[in-house]
């Protein structure tokens, strides 16, 4: 089990720098919430598929097994917690599968609504407002629920265990909250928030794991 974990660990370092890189290149390179036509959102797409695919690529497919990793590794660490260790546990296995299918659907469309867009850009509007929402609502847009979970069950586990230092724990519940009142009408911008606050929860049970 110390293999695991120390997977786990480096799979929480993983998954802090990817949520990291993504606030980067979607927030400073791309500038991709400042556009709110759609078709300015295809032309980037179009401008920058490689970049896209690749994005896509790593913070979802590549993200869901790593994820996997680091939750069987921090179920290990806290199953003394028996109920909200096996939940988190659950919880963050259906979170990973829901990424995987988010990253699959958007680079899966990408091909297609570039290409229709050259000839028929109203097509390639309906054709990405479709796809988007699917991806969208699976990779979280419509509310951090799955994650915010998983976050709050192996904060509340890892307390009740003494394997996570009290500031840790009470981070990951930030998280959570951040997570699960994303998904309340309106407020789907806190979403950013629950990214940005669990890129340190990730690090630091990272090195959690390791040094158990």
């Given at each position: 089990m110390q293999s695991l974990r120390t997977w786990g660990g480096y799979a929480g370092f993983y998954m802090g720098a990817a949520y990291a890189v993504a606030i980067v290149i979607f927030l400073v390179v791309l500038d991709y919430p400042s556009m709110v036509d759609p078709a300015d959102k295809i032309g980037l797409l179009t401008r920058a598929t490689g970049m896209i695919w690749a994005s896509n690529l790593l913070l979802y497919v590549v993200f869901s097994p790593v994820l996997a990793v680091f939750v069987l590794a921090v179920h290990d660490?806290?199953?003394?917690?028996?109920?909200?260790?096996?939940?988190?546990?659950?919880?963050?296995?259906?979170?990973a599968?829901?990424?995987?299918?988010?990253?699959?659907?958007?680079?899966?469309?990408?091909?297609?609504?570039?290409?229709?867009?050259?000839s028929d850009q109203a097509a390639?509007?309906?054709?990405?407002?479709?796809?988007?929402?699917?991806?969208d609502g699976l990779?979280?847009?419509?509310?951090?629920?799955?994650?915010?979970?998983?976050?709050?069950?192996?904060s509340l586990a890892g307390l009740r265990s003494g394997t996570f230092p009290k500031v840790l724990a009470w981070l990951g519940f930030l998280v959570a909250a951040l997570g699960?009142?994303?998904?309340?009408?309106?407020l789907g911008d806190v979403g950013a928030g629950f990214g940005l606050a669990q890129v340190p929860w990730f690090i630091w049970v990272g090195i959690v794991l390791i040094r158990s």
């Amino acid at each position: 089990m110390q293999s695991l974990r120390t997977w786990g660990g480096y799979a929480g370092f993983y998954m802090g720098a990817a949520y990291a890189v993504a606030i980067v290149i979607f927030l400073v390179v791309l500038d991709y919430p400042s556009m709110v036509d759609p078709a300015d959102k295809i032309g980037l797409l179009t401008r920058a598929t490689g970049m896209i695919w690749a994005s896509n690529l790593l913070l979802y497919v590549v993200f869901s097994p790593v994820l996997a990793v680091f939750v069987l590794a921090v179920h290990d660490l806290v199953r003394a917690a028996e109920g909200p260790a096996r939940l988190g546990r659950v919880l963050g296995l259906i979170w990973a599968g829901l990424l995987i299918a988010s990253g699959l659907v958007a680079n899966a469309a990408i091909g297609p609504i570039t290409a229709l867009f050259a000839s028929d850009q109203a097509a390639a509007i309906a054709l990405w407002t479709a796809t988007n929402a699917v991806a969208d609502g699976l990779g979280g847009g419509a509310g951090e629920v799955a994650g915010g979970l998983m976050t709050a069950l192996f904060s509340l586990a890892g307390l009740r265990s003494g394997t996570f230092p009290k500031v840790l724990a009470w981070l990951g519940f930030l998280v959570a909250a951040l997570g699960l009142v994303s998904a309340l009408p309106g407020l789907g911008d806190v979403g950013a928030g629950f990214g940005l606050a669990q890129v340190p929860w990730f690090i630091w049970v990272g090195i959690v794991l390791i040094r158990s």
